[in-house]
Each structure stands twice: as structure tokens, then as C-alpha cells.
């Protein structure tokens, strides 16, 4: 099992290089004791970047989680029992955190103005998207939810990263996903918090408070087929 250093503490989420070893290799395939690339999931893409040793340097592409955590390498390949240095493309891997943070803030804001949930959600390094049922905002209240979304942003809320008892969370109304959906087996989840806003159970990467995101910016509302709507989003740097 790949110890996930992003996954228990912001110390470990905000780990731009970390030294491992190589547990298993395979063409193109490389299996750390720990890593801090993050695995392509939850409407997050992979973090990209690359392992260096002695005597061999690999460029990671892709990073997939299944049974195992594979870093999808090009070039060079260790040897089981080597110490390597990963090193993660930060400004892209930032990127993702802002809007992925960005993105449990803007579901909680739509859910508390209009009662929609969230149905599915992808991210980039410059814009997310987002799709809400049933949700039909008109441009008017697609401004309101942008203001209000500032507004708690301007507001720079801590984020936290904790575990919870899933039958706490069935029973907390801040809890705005669907946790049947989760194997029953899942007992214990990773929750995101902001403020006293909303909680989230995710096991993406997030940045430490609201401040460090800027201001959001809608670009675009498409509404699809049973009450769908997809919303889309830009983030503007924080003022200084
Ligand atoms: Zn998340």
C-alpha cells in the first residue's frame, strides 16, 4: 500500500518534493512506499512531475489508483529498493487545489440558495465545471451566486481536513453528498470542512483557506436534458 501524503494533513498536501522507495517497477510503471503525486479521481486529474535517483530520471505523466498507485513514467526506471526523489509540477498541481476547493464551495452555495445537488464535477488547471439537479438559474441568479460565492471567499474561512463516523455524517445537514452511494462497507471518511459552511467527505487536494483562491467568474450555463444545468468557472487572482 502507497502511504497518500496529501491525504492526512496540509503539511502533506502542500509537499512539492518527498523522498521514497521503489516497491515494484514495471514497463512504464513505477510503485512507491509513499508519494505525494496525486491519483486521477474525483474530477481531479493526475499530478504530473518527475522521480530522480542515482544514475536515472523519470518523467511522471500519469498517476492511476486502483488495487495499487501507479506512477505512469517515461524514461528511465529504478530498481526495487532504490531511494527516489519525486518532485510534483506545483503550479499545476496549485491550480487544482484552488479549484477543487473552489468547487466544494461553489456546490454548498448553489445547494443553500436553490436547494441542488451536486451530480458530477470536472476540474482543470484554469476552470472547473460543475452539474447541479435540478437547477435552472437564470443570469440573474447566476450573479447572485457568484456574489454570495465571493462573498464567503473574501471572507478567507479555514479549511479542515478530518476523519468522520459515516453515520455522524448521514445525520449532519451540512453534509451535502449522497452517502449511499459509498460501499456499505466504508465505515470511517476524510472530510473536508470550510468554516462552519459545509462538509464535504473527498480524498482530493485542497488549499488551506478560502484566501488563497481569488474571486470566481462564470463563463458559461448550459442546461441539459431532467433538470440538469452546467455551470462553469474561471478564478481570478486575490487582490492584493
Ligand atoms: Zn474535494
Known amino acids: 500500500m502507497t502511504e497518500q501524503l496529501h491525504m492526512a494533513s496540509f503539511e502533506g498536501t502542500y509537499t512539492r518534493q518527498f523522498l521514497a522507495m521503489v516497491e515494484a517497477v514495471h514497463p512504464g510503471i513505477v510503485e512507491l512506499d509513499r508519494t505525494a503525486f496525486y491519483p486521477f479521481g474525483g474530477g481531479q486529474p493526475a499530478d504530473q512531475g518527475k522521480l530522480q535517483w542515482e544514475g536515472g530520471t523519470a518523467r511522471v505523466e500519469d498517476v492511476r489508483k486502483r488495487n495499487r498507485l501507479r506512477h505512469m513514467v517515461a524514461g528511465d526506471l529504478p530498481e526495487v529498493g532504490a531511494t527516489v526523489e519525486g518532485s510534483i509540477d506545483w503550479d499545476r498541481r496549485y491550480a487544482h487545489m484552488k479549484m477543487h476547493t473552489s468547487q466544494h464551495l ?11 445537488r451536486t451530480v458530477g464535477n470536472q476540474l482543470y488547471a484554469d476552470k472547473a465545471r460543475i452539474d447541479f439537479q435540478p437547477l435552472r ?11 454570495e460565492a465571493n462573498r464567503h471567499l473574501a471572507k478567507d474561512l479555514p479549511i479542515t481536513i478530518t476523519e468522520a463516523d459515516r453515520s455522524e455524517l448521514e445525520q449532519d445537514p451540512l453534509v451535502r453528498s449522497n452517502l449511499s452511494l459509498l460501499p456499505p462497507s466504508i465505515r470511517q471518511l ?14 482530493g487536494t ?5 484566501g488563497e483562491i481569488g474571486e470566481i467568474e462564470f463563463t458559461k450555463r448550459d442546461n441539459k ?16
Open 225 to 240: 436534458g431532467s433538470g440538469k444545468q452546467r455551470l462553469t468557472y474561471a478564478l481570478r487572482d486575490p487582490t492584493p
Open 190 to 203: 476524510r472530510v473536508i470542512s470550510i468554516g462552519n459552511l459545509d462538509i464535504c467527505p473527498c480524498a
Open 106 to 116: 461553489v456546490s454548498a452555495v448553489v445547494d443553500q440558495l436553490h436547494g441542488a
Open 137 to 147: 438559474l437564470s443570469p440573474a441568479q447566476l450573479s447572485e451566486v457568484e456574489a
Open 206 to 210: 485542497h488549499v488551506r483557506s478560502l
